[in-house]
């Protein structure tokens, strides 16, 4: 389970990071920022709710 919080946060961050990069001199499209963020924020909610502390 943690390696799947951080693959979908680690997917995110190189969504975010090749939409920045694709586009520099301008603002990166809104639907590849909103695809970004719903995977980091599904990893930070795997590793949340989905992780047991002992």
Request: proline letters at 2%; charged letters at 15%; a positive charge.
């Amino acid at each position: 389970m943690y390696y799947i919080s951080k693959g979908f946060q680690l997917v995110g961050l190189m969504v975010i990071g090749a939409g920045f990069i694709n586009k520099f001199p301008y603002l990166m499209d809104y639907k590849l920022l909103g695809i970004g963020v719903i995977f980091f924020i599904m990893g930070m909610v795997v590793q949340k709710f989905g992780l047991r502390e002992n």
